[in-house]
């Protein structure tokens, strides 16, 4: 490859966007430098690499890309009870299966059969409640957060107004704006526009 990107993705797989290589797994060989190619993905989603697993033998490689997937949890697995414990070190999760329900859902991001970031949401009508957002600290600044609740809100389109108490905590300060949510009073409020 000679200075540019063309032809990059020359042998993509059909219908490839930056939003599936953030929920689909797949290999495809590139005509290009692994660097070239991460350049690349990140200039299209125009935020930090998201979790992304590397294979290369020489400059010409394979990028696969792992699957990162937004679950409405109903059954809670002894793994994740594990994993939303590490989540949330500080509350009990074996307590919250016996509350989810139509109302009261749990959303969680898996990668690579572990769960990564976890979020309650209690739904009323059209109005939504988000409480207890939080990503493990060790996958923070990947996108995970911004995926998860991006896909909370697709999922329950229904819901054309979003609130979230704030906790004090000064990540979800800075991260609640980020992704749209007005600052109004002890929380964070969001309108489907």
């Excluded at 490839?16 to 190619?37: E, I, P, V």
């Excluded at 009870?81 to 989810?100: A, C, G, H």
């Excluded at 939080?134 to 999922?155: C, D, H, I, P, W």
Aim: charged content about 20%.
């Amino acid at each position: 490859m000679t200075g540019t990107n063309a032809g990059l993705f020359a042998t993509q797989p059909a219908g490839y966007s930056a939003f599936n290589a953030l929920t689909q797994r797949f290999s495809l060989t590139l005509n290009a430098t692994l660097t070239d190619c991460f350049v690349f993905i990140q200039k299209k989603l125009r935020a930090p690499l998201p979790l992304f697993s590397l294979q290369s033998a020489s400059h010409v490689g394979t990028v696969t890309v792992m699957k990162l997937t937004i679950l409405r949890l109903q059954c809670l697995s002894t793994q994740d009870l594990l994993d939303l414990r590490k989540i949330w070190p500080d509350s009990d999760p074996t307590e919250l299966e016996t509350r989810l329900d139509e109302q009261h859902r749990l959303y969680a991001a898996k990668f690579n059969d572990r769960l990564l970031a976890a979020v309650n949401v209690t739904l009323k009508e059209t109005r939504g409640e988000l409480a207890d957002f939080m990503v493990r600290e060790v996958t923070r600044r990947r996108g995970v957060g911004s995926y998860l609740l991006e896909e909370v809100l697709a999922q329950n389109a229904a819901v054309t107004c979003w609130w979230m108490a704030k906790n004090g905590n000064e990540a979800l300060s800075a991260f609640m704006p980020e992704q749209g949510f007005i600052a109004l009073g002890d929380g964070w409020v969001w309108q489907r526009p």
